[in-house]
């Protein structure tokens, strides 16, 4: 089995490897960002791909989307620092098979790699509590509001990305930017670029 970690943190990199190093038919690929880490799905064709959502750049999601658009049945686990139910739903929207805390225990990643791997799908138990039963605070929270793609740019917008710079980063155009970044504010209820940044940090999307 090939499984392919991207993520731009060496200490998880390592951590993975040793986690995963018992398995002798697994063979690891790493990447650290979206770019290398697309070129490596499409050169290697893994059998599962681990991707971390705070990658420099464009986040997971984008590297999802792109590794998404180029196999539908590409066997995807989203892995993040951030265990809001928002993020954990967005990934599963998105198409992931798979949504890991790096905050839980560390052997949800292990136990998820090897049930997407045999075609199925994988929620730790917590999380899939939050979803479950928080469908409410779910529905209060603002990030609900926004799609997968909405959050990239909002991502990239608390960043002092300028539309340009964001349209280039996501493969799309300017005008199309523009018109989501007017809808986010208006999801959101905002009006002012200092409004949306303290947003997205209270809601662990800077």
Not at 129 to 142: K, L
């Amino acid at each position: 089995m090939r499984v392919l970690i991207v993520d731009d943190h060496p200490i998880v990199a390592s951590g993975c490897r040793a986690l995963l190093s018992g398995d002798p038919d697994l063979v690891l690929l790493e990447a650290a960002d979206a770019e290398s880490g697309e070129i490596s799905f499409v050169a290697e064709r893994p059998d599962v791909c681990v991707v971390d959502i705070n990658l420099p750049t464009v986040s997971g999601f984008e590297l999802a989307r792109r590794i998404l658009a180029r196999d539908a049945n590409a066997r995807l686990i989203m892995f993040s620092m951030n265990d809001d139910p928002v993020f954990a739903a967005r990934a599963i929207d998105l198409g992931a098979k798979g949504y890991v805390s790096k905050s839980g225990d560390p052997n949800d990643l292990a136990e998820a790699i090897r049930e997407v791997a045999r075609g199925g799908s994988y929620l730790p138990p917590a999380i899939a509590r939050s979803i479950a039963f928080a469908g409410a605070a779910v529905a209060q929270s603002p990030l609900a509001k926004l799609t997968s793609r909405e959050l990239e740019i909002l991502r990239l917008l608390s960043a002092g990305k300028s539309l340009s710079e964001i349209a280039w980063l996501i493969h799309s155009s300017y005008k199309t930017v523009a018109n989501t970044s007017s809808i986010i504010r208006q999801k959101l209820g905002v009006r002012t670029s200092g409004e949306l940044v303290r947003l997205a940090i209270e809601n662990g999307v800077a």
